[in-house]
């Protein structure tokens, strides 16, 4: 056991390197997570554990610096410039996120590669020709943050704009799930009445891709969305009152995915699902606010509409994990008894 | 359908996208559909792609391709050996059942511009296809021109009546499958209801 928590430990050891909580990532806080697990489980969920990590589910710091750069290059190609400097006096980063989350940390991360390489900062690029808006952020998970900016930055008169003068907007990001991308595009769509955001105009990045749409074309379904193997799971489905929609997502339909490429087997994904599940609905039930609990999925966050175990993301990143992950990841309350491997900032219980 | 004759006078034709009445062309963009939750690029992608219900590989090729000629294409590639067997009987009902969807996923700028076209016949201009279109004859288009009458059918069955049809009912046909995922009713109304939940969340 202990050889698989150095593996482990040596892929996510920069976890929150730059938080100011002080947290430490290293294998004695992997042991202490896992041994909360029942004792016949804990071997297996670190094997599959680390399998998945090493389907590049984890982005480093180092990781981080060098997929925006790739991303931003990967623009500037698509969009025609023949050199990164040309591209960046016509592009301009959006911050449109409050302080302390992703998209502000992201941009100073991308910034220092910016006066490093061209001698500009970020606010300098695309001052005197906008063309190109660029949106940063690590995930779209279920796309409520991104759908939220996008609602307010395209209803101050930015669609007019983007529509008529053919302005490209871009969402860069290093992870994104794919039914969050259909739902978001479409929802703007519906919005605003426009298809810009089903055109090329918008487009959404990313370096790694969830595929989890179960009505889409063969899902690889790389996340965590157990197929029905226990009549307890309904039971908590049932608690779920007031949310009424997608109760047909909540499952993995049993003949999906078409090839198991993500988990190391088919019987090994069923048991890894199984397991965080069942813990996750353990600790859900601990939650002894109704109104709180019915907030919070077991397999991670989601819209509270949705008759689901939640968004089920397995993707990491330095800076913190998305509360949209399985939360036997990072729920923390003392009184719980559960403390996550990746602790939370900048979320609430 | 029969044979009919428009007078060259008095027609609304459209034969390219970039014409005034382009957009009602399948091969125009700008119009985009959802089934299924499953974003289609135009009208023409998504009846090409109801042509190979049991093949879902087919039906991705021509769905992930961005150019809806490009996309015809493809399935010209596949449509000898893999076209549904009751297509030739269905293939107004398919048409219909895309248009119809176009319609209401589109309704205040497809719609708009069907009521643009007043009481004047449509007819889409071809020279090479006399089913969906009609060609030239003197002063006079002549053909099945399917595709024109199905849209006049909606301007006076929904635009002029200011019917907005939410949600378009599936065909009654066999196998009518998306990804080999059943298509059902299609509501325009639940994806406007599931952005009001996400707007208060």
Redesign the interface.
Known sequence: MRNLITSINQIISDYHCDAASGFTMGEDHIEDWINQFDEHDRMFILEEFLHILKNGMYVSKKDANLILIQQIERLSKVYGYTNIQSFLKEAVFLNLQPNGKSQGDLLNLFEQYLIKNYGVTVSECGVFNPRHYIYIDDIMASGKTILKDCKEWFNSKNLEKCNNKEITFNIVLFCKHLWAESRVRWSLKCSFDDNYFTSSKFRILSRYEISDDLNSHSPLLNLTIPKKLSSIWDVYLGSLTEADAYHDRAYRYSHLPKTENFYSSPSNRDRFEQILLDKGIEIIYKIEDEEKRKNHRPLGKTYSHYKTFGTGSLFFTWRNISNTCPIVFWWDVPKHNWKGLFPLINRGN | MNIRTYSIDDVVVFRKTTEKFGGLSNMA????I?V????I?SAEHLYQAMRFPLN??I??EI?SE?SPMTAKMISRKYRDKYTRPDFEQNKFKIMKWVLDIKLSQ?W??FGKLLLETGNSPIVEYSNRDQIWGAKKDGDNYVGMNALGRLLMELREENVKKDIHNFCIQPLDIPAFL??N?FIETIC?EV??A??E???T?
């Open positions: 963009s700008g119009f985009s959802n299924n939750g499953i974003i690029k879902p590989d039906q991705n769905l961005h589109n205040n700028t998306l990804y995922n325009d994806y406007h599931d952005l939940a996400c707007s969340n």
